[in-house]
């Protein structure tokens, strides 16, 4: 019998009927598997389910003997159904015994079958079973039969992951007990939280699965691929020699997927036989999501990465109000794979207690606006989005980078002593807001804040911080789809400097490039970015974006002094480069408006270690040097700080980058170069003290940990520490953080660290 698309969607009207029917999961999974092999004409259909130990076992089927229920099981390595969760794609066999990975059970009396078909069941990007049918001749299986039955997994997915093998023998398959479970990620953004999971990722409730009118689904998908295809060629209507040639054929090929007929017509297909419009984007968003998984091509993961971001951005348009998920509960904890700067601010007003991510890094730029935030955040959560499903009590520890799923009374019980706790340390440190951060034996200490959002600018009255000592300019420009205009760049940087009456503001000109990649200017993929085409280089190359930026500043200063600095100068040259695009810009804004700002101080980040090496020829060019821990550390150490592995491994708190950071110090003080520090270094307490011990008297921190750091700073004698500091740093030991903290301890200075 032919198979066709009216036999697809009685198949899809008669499972949806089912689904909606009350009673034991065990009977309806029976009723599921009957219905299957009628519908597709199969003489054998059969659910198999992943256990926590990787096994899959048999939990239903027709055709295959019934005692062979709850007690067939196969590892991932073993037999067809096997090869199919390996593989996490479909695959059908016209005569499955000759197959070399085919696997004889005797137990399931399937001697008599050899057409095979089985589909992955997905859920979340992994495959929790597999679904499979069989027939007795040897036949080829359709297209068709392969599409339906992939829809079929899908709608299944809810349903069987909720099911405890161990509960299948007693006629009933219970439903799987949600365990505690404690996942392990790095902290964000310091703090504690607790509330219900909301998922970021576009959900479609299962409720929504099935078409009701396929005509009105048919036409809302039509509309929804319009739209999708309208906002990425406006994306593309950039001015070409802003973008450039290798950016423009990345967002030319991302566009291209976007307009791809067979990605259309497939999810047509899906409607066609029965889906929702939002089913059918479903369905193929979890087939991108498993082969990204197994994908080790690094072509393929991103055109995996572009097609599920496709997948999302489809549904947030048939969702309306950009598919964002509502935030209703009084306690809510964001959960999502990937977030970028722009959705991250979409939620700065949502009241939540927590974030979540899968895929980022510490110092992403996404992790940077979470500080921003304030909320407690954790990312780089190894199966994150996996193990949690919408509604879960979630503890977000962003102090030991904890996350605790589904927590006991135990556990909650722990967090609330320890949030009465850290409530009691907040109250001591907002006591020290308005005192100077002062050593007891009178040095001076200037605490500045870093910045890159204006929800920054909020707490530099809050934390008593002396101004701004980095102000991150691209985030105006990560956070948008196009490339800002002059006069919005000037209205911001005007919003800054009101915002900090009377105080410095040290305004980083673009550092863009690494894992900053504007949406409207996608820059080449290379190797190794940090060390590829970024911050003052990228800036020089497009001296027309670099010079609106110059000019944006100079205008938003007006006749008031104006400080800059240019980010991962590597050689003198490119500082003396781009000083002289920023007094040209001076004096072409003084010819045209008759005004320059006051008093212009022009700075260098040093944050590669060549630069070091180079600071006589900087004399008298540039008034100050601030040193970005960040990318210096990651230079320094040959360590890529967005690797896990290894980003963690080496301490800035060693001898070998504190001798570098007294060789920098003592260098500028030779030449006459005020000099600073930021970065996330400066914000722990026992860094902070090493920088204030070797001369910096200027940090630049995260508003959450002035504080800490300020309460440090007033109960150090400088004089006295630094002494024995010098002579530590001379003949250090084999532990020699452990060493400074004894040595701390002995000088009775207060850290925040245990």
């Known amino acids: 019998m032919a198979y066709n698309l009216p036999a697809t969607r009685l198949l899809m009207n008669r499972l949806r009927q089912m689904m909606a029917e009350d009673g034991e999961t065990r009977s309806r999974l029976d009723n599921v598997v009957r219905l299957i092999a009628s519908t597709m004409v199969a003489d054998v259909c059969s659910i198999y389910l992943r256990e926590p130990s990787g096994q899959l076992i048999l939990i239903a089927t027709e055709g295959l003997k019934p005692e062979a229920v709850g007690n067939t099981r196969l590892s991932s390595s073993e037999g067809l159904v096997g090869l199919v969760s390996r593989r996490a794609e479909p695959m059908a066999i016209q005569d499955a015994p000759r197959h070399p990975s085919f696997s004889y059970r005797p137990e399931t009396g399937e001697d008599p ?76 953004c310091e703090g504690l939280g607790y509330g219900r999971a ?14 009701g009118d396929q005509e009105i689904e048919a036409e809302r998908l039509t509309r929804a691929l319009i739209g999708l295809k309208t906002s990425i060629d406006r994306m593309m209507a950039i001015d070409g020699a802003v973008l450039g040639d290798d950016p423009r054929d990345v967002m030319e090929t991302y566009r291209l997927l976007a307009h791809d007929p067979s990605w259309a017509e497939k999810l047509q297909e899906g409607v066609r036989s029965g889906l929702s419009a939002e089913a059918s984007i479903d369905r193929a968003r979890r087939e991108h999501r498993a082969r990204l998984q197994s994908a080790r091509d690094p072509y393929l993961r991103e055109r995996l990465h572009d ?25 809510s904890v964001l959960v999502a794979r990937r977030l970028g700067p722009a959705e991250l601010l979409e939620y700065a007003n949502a009241g939540l207690r927590g974030i979540l991510m899968e895929e980022a890094a510490a110092s992403s730029h996404a992790a940077i606006v979470a500080r921003a935030l304030g909320i407690p955040t954790l990312g780089g959560i190894e199966g994150l989005t996996t193990r949690i499903d919408q509604g879960d009590w979630l503890i977000v520890d962003a102090e030991q980078g904890v996350l605790h799923v589904r927590p006991d009374d135990a556990l909650y019980d722990a967090y609330k002593d320890r949030v009465a706790l850290r ?12 005192k100077p951060a002062r050593t007891r034996d009178g040095t001076d200490v200037s605490l500045m804040l870093n910045a890159g959002l204006e929800l920054d600018l909020d707490t530099l009255e809050q934390t008593g911080a002396d101004g701004v000592g980095l102000f991150r300019t691209e985030f105006q420009f990560l956070v948008s789809e196009t490339l800002p205009r002059l006069d919005d760049q000037v209205q911001l940087y005007r919003r800054v400097l ?14 863009l490039g690494g894992d900053k990649v504007l949406p409207a200017l996608n820059l080449q993929r290379e190797e190794n970015p940090a060390l590829g085409w970024r911050s003052i280089r990228f800036a020089l190359d497009h001296r027309g974006l670099f010079r609106r930026q110059l000019r944006a500043l100079i205008r938003a200063a007006g006749e008031n002094p104006l400080t800059v600095m240019f980010p991962m100068v590597t050689v ?41 090496f180079s600071l006589k020829e900087l004399a008298g060019e540039a008034e100050f040097l601030s040193v970005g821990t960040n990318d210096l550390m990651q230079f320094f150490y040959a360590a890529d700080r967005m690797t896990p592995s290894v980003s963690d491994r080496y301490d800035l708190v060693s001898p070998s980058a504190l001798r570098f950071l007294k060789m ?24 902070a003290l090493c920088f204030v011990a070797l001369g910096f008297t200027n940090l630049s921190m995260s508003a959450g940990s002035i504080g800490p750091v300020k309460r440090m700073i007033r109960s ?39």
């Open 113 to 188: 079958f050899h057409a095979f078909l089985g589909v992955p069941i997905l859920r979340g990007g992994r495959v929790i079973g597999v679904l499979t049918a069989q027939n007795r001749t040897e036949r080829v299986y359709g297209d068709e039969e392969i599409d339906t039955l992939q829809t079929i997994a899908m709608v299944l997915a809810e349903i069987v992951d909720r099911i405890d093998p161990e509960h299948l023998d007693n006629g009933h398959g219970h439903q799987r007990t949600r365990k505690l479970a404690t996942l392990r990620g790095r902290v964000f």
């Open 198 to 211: 909301v998922l970021h990722d576009p959900v479609v409730p299962a409720a929504k699965f099935f078409a």
């Open 307 to 331: 097609l599920e971001d496709l997948d999302n951005r489809l549904l947030r348009i048939l969702g309306g109000d950009d598919g964002r998920p509502e935030i209703s509960e009084e306690r």
């Open 423 to 434: 409530s009691e340390r907040q109250a001591a440190y907002a006591a020290l807001r308005n």
């Open 498 to 511: 009101d915002k900090a009456p009377g105080k410095p503001v040290i305004f980083r000109t673009l550092d």
């Open 572 to 612: 003198p040259q490119e500082f003396f480069a781009a000083k002289d695009l920023l007094m040209k810009e001076v004096d072409w804004t003084a010819e045209t408006t008759g005004k320059r700002p006051s008093r212009i101080e022009v700075g260098v980040m040093l944050e590669t270690p060549a630069l070091a």
């Open 664 to 687: 920098v110090s003592e260098e500028c003080q030779t030449h006459g170069i005020r000099m600073s520090a930021c970065g996330e270094a400066t914000g722990s307490s026992l860094s």
């Open 716 to 754: 150090l004698d400088l004089t006295a520490f630094r002494a024995d500091f010098i002579e530590a740093l001379d003949k250090p030991n084999d532990a020699f953080r452990n060493q400074l903290l004894a040595l701390a301890a002995e000088h009775g200075v207060e850290l925040a660290e245990g």
